[in-house]
């Protein structure tokens, strides 16, 4: 049994008063694409932006590969902040999409990609650039590299910003509902270069709303409600009756939604 | 009484060495206030609540006094203080100290108008927090400052006039000195007004060369 890419353990994250992520206890097994569903405010953008380290949980404990992120809790409740370098090191392992791409608007598609190449790992220009276009072939945009992102279609910038994390080569990739920000047409060419990430076996953690995804791609599917995880097991046991009744509602205001569209 | 320009122009020399004179001091004050209100500016979003709070007063305070009023202050009562300032390098610090508070303004809006997300993507991928506003924050927020910080800039010309009053030999006060001598002070004014002008819509036109310089490359997508 090899350790967990992810193991979240008693993850708690309040705001102020409010509690964002009560209690929450996930393994995410290496090599694996694991789904976090749920409904808005559920928590589910909170819980991966803990795991990007986009933000510091309050209690409890997030180990990447083994090694803890940002906090260390000892057995007696004592938690301590790991230092930078130590932060950085793990951070480096995963990769981050987010929901509206964020890409830098100055900079070229090639520029993007090559920025961190440069600036982080320090690599000359030419071979910084040279593994960017790599990456940008693997998500089909080479031809793209010298545009800006404005130049670029929504789902083009998305892959272009899978192609910039990629170009750093995590261990594990986090996106933040990946597809949203698109329209329905452009959904597809992103998931696709999702799909062939899953099939080379990138540990993945996807926050979507494409529950057609989730059901063919993901090995897990975690489902979130009001910052509590309800359920959490494979596509299999989600999809089948009986399931907890919160998330048969959830799943079926989906079907509701679809089959007033075909009605 | 006729109205004759020419009586003022005979003095070139004085007049282009008052020019000179205006010209370092604004030059130097606007590089100088850029520079200080952008450290200014990078401090207060940075270092925490108190430091923010306390210089965000300084700016305040700054801001919210004329700048003859601090001109004198710094002249007239530094003195009291063991701060015995020739004139020029007084106005110097005088409209460097003005023009930080106001470029600190312009660049606190700046760090404001990049998304947050931009920062974010930067982190995630490793940059240091010097790296991202090198890399990231800097070059995206230059679009949106560049037009208030021309317009500062032009501000801070015909405030440089208030240094006359401190006996900096600078334009308003090497020709008004002119006008005075040739019992033409209408005329000096008259031509002070023109240069002025002049030098304002040089600015102006450099700073929309550079604003479409920039905007070609740099079509605002949040």
Redesign the interface.
């Given at each position: 049994m090899s350790l967990p890419a992810i193991a979240i353990t008693k993850l708690v994250k309040r705001f102020g008063d409010s509690t964002v992520l009560q209690d929450i206890d996930l393994e995410i097994p290496e090599g694996k694409v694991s789904c976090l569903i749920g409904p808005s405010g559920s928590g589910k953008s909170t819980l991966l932006r803990c795991l990007a380290f986009l933000e510091e949980s309050t209690s409890g404990m997030i180990t990447i590969n083994g090694e803890a992120l940002g906090f260390f809790e000892t057995p007696n409740g004592k938690r301590e902040r790991l230092p930078d370098t130590q932060i950085r090191a793990v951070r480096a392992k995963t990769g981050m999409v987010f929901q509206q791409f964020n890409l830098w608007p100055h900079m070229t598609a090639l520029g993007n990609v090559s920025e961190a190449l440069k600036t982080v790992h320090k690599l000359p220009k030419r071979q910084a650039e040279e593994r960017a276009m790599a990456q940008l072939r693997k998500v089909g945009l080479e031809n793209r590299a010298n545009h800006y992102p404005s130049q670029l279609s929504g789902g083009q910038q998305q892959r272009v910003a899978i192609a910039r994390a990629l170009a750093l080569e995590p261990k594990i990739m986090l996106f933040d509902e990946p597809t949203s920000a698109l329209d329905p047409e452009l959904t597809g060419e992103v998931l696709n270069v999702m799909r062939d990430l899953a099939a080379e076996g990138m540990t993945m953690v996807v926050v979507t709303h494409e529950i057609g995804f989730a059901a063919t791609v993901a090995n897990q599917i975690s489902f979130l409600d009001h910052g509590r995880l309800l359920f959490s097991g494979p596509p299999s046991e989600i999809f089948a009756k009986p399931r907890h009744p919160r998330l048969d509602q959830f799943l079926d205001t989906y079907l509701d939604r679809g089959a007033s569209m075909l009605a | 009484m006729i109205f004759n320009p020419a009586i003022i122009l005979e003095k070139l020399p004085e007049i282009g060495s008052g020019l000179f004179v205006t010209l370092i001091l604004w030059v130097v004050g606007i590089a100088g206030g850029v520079a200080a209100g952008f450290l200014v500016a990078t401090t207060r979003r940075f270092g925490g609540r108190v430091i923010n709070i306390g210089l965000g007063a300084l700016v305040e305070v700054l801001r919210g006094t004329p700048f003859l009023i601090q001109v004198f202050l710094l002249y007239y009562g530094g003195p009291f203080v063991g701060l015995m300032l020739d004139p020029i390098p007084c106005g110097l610090i005088a409209l460097t100290v003005y023009a930080a508070a106001y470029y600190s303004e312009i660049f606190r809006a700046g760090y404001a108008a990049v998304?947050p997300?931009?920062v974010?993507?930067?982190?995630?991928?490793?940059?240091s927090r010097w790296?991202a506003i090198r890399?990231?924050q800097v070059?995206?927020m230059a679009l949106i400052v560049l037009p208030p910080a021309v317009n500062l800039a032009v501000i801070l010309l015909k405030e440089s006039a208030v240094l006359s009053i401190i006996t900096v030999p600078e334009l308003t006060a090497t020709v008004s000195a002119i006008g005075s001598q040739q019992y033409a002070f209408l005329e000096a004014i008259f031509v002070l007004a023109v240069i002025y002008w002049a030098i304002v819509e040089a600015t102006g036109r450099l700073g929309r060369l550079a604003e479409n310089r920039l905007s070609r490359?740099?079509?605002?997508?949040a």
């Amino acid at each position: 049994m090899s350790l967990p890419a992810i193991a979240i353990t008693k993850l708690v994250k309040r705001f102020g008063d409010s509690t964002v992520l009560q209690d929450i206890d996930l393994e995410i097994p290496e090599g694996k694409v694991s789904c976090l569903i749920g409904p808005s405010g559920s928590g589910k953008s909170t819980l991966l932006r803990c795991l990007a380290f986009l933000e510091e949980s309050t209690s409890g404990m997030i180990t990447i590969n083994g090694e803890a992120l940002g906090f260390f809790e000892t057995p007696n409740g004592k938690r301590e902040r790991l230092p930078d370098t130590q932060i950085r090191a793990v951070r480096a392992k995963t990769g981050m999409v987010f929901q509206q791409f964020n890409l830098w608007p100055h900079m070229t598609a090639l520029g993007n990609v090559s920025e961190a190449l440069k600036t982080v790992h320090k690599l000359p220009k030419r071979q910084a650039e040279e593994r960017a276009m790599a990456q940008l072939r693997k998500v089909g945009l080479e031809n793209r590299a010298n545009h800006y992102p404005s130049q670029l279609s929504g789902g083009q910038q998305q892959r272009v910003a899978i192609a910039r994390a990629l170009a750093l080569e995590p261990k594990i990739m986090l996106f933040d509902e990946p597809t949203s920000a698109l329209d329905p047409e452009l959904t597809g060419e992103v998931l696709n270069v999702m799909r062939d990430l899953a099939a080379e076996g990138m540990t993945m953690v996807v926050v979507t709303h494409e529950i057609g995804f989730a059901a063919t791609v993901a090995n897990q599917i975690s489902f979130l409600d009001h910052g509590r995880l309800l359920f959490s097991g494979p596509p299999s046991e989600i999809f089948a009756k009986p399931r907890h009744p919160r998330l048969d509602q959830f799943l079926d205001t989906y079907l509701d939604r679809g089959a007033s569209m075909l009605a | 009484m006729i109205f004759n320009p020419a009586i003022i122009l005979e003095k070139l020399p004085e007049i282009g060495s008052g020019l000179f004179v205006t010209l370092i001091l604004w030059v130097v004050g606007i590089a100088g206030g850029v520079a200080a209100g952008f450290l200014v500016a990078t401090t207060r979003r940075f270092g925490g609540r108190v430091i923010n709070i306390g210089l965000g007063a300084l700016v305040e305070v700054l801001r919210g006094t004329p700048f003859l009023i601090q001109v004198f202050l710094l002249y007239y009562g530094g003195p009291f203080v063991g701060l015995m300032l020739d004139p020029i390098p007084c106005g110097l610090i005088a409209l460097t100290v003005y023009a930080a508070a106001y470029y600190s303004e312009i660049f606190r809006a700046g760090y404001a108008a990049v998304p947050p997300g931009h920062v974010e993507a930067a982190e995630c991928l490793g940059l240091s927090r010097w790296q991202a506003i090198r890399r990231i924050q800097v070059p995206e927020m230059a679009l949106i400052v560049l037009p208030p910080a021309v317009n500062l800039a032009v501000i801070l010309l015909k405030e440089s006039a208030v240094l006359s009053i401190i006996t900096v030999p600078e334009l308003t006060a090497t020709v008004s000195a002119i006008g005075s001598q040739q019992y033409a002070f209408l005329e000096a004014i008259f031509v002070l007004a023109v240069i002025y002008w002049a030098i304002v819509e040089a600015t102006g036109r450099l700073g929309r060369l550079a604003e479409n310089r920039l905007s070609r490359l740099r079509i605002a997508n949040a």
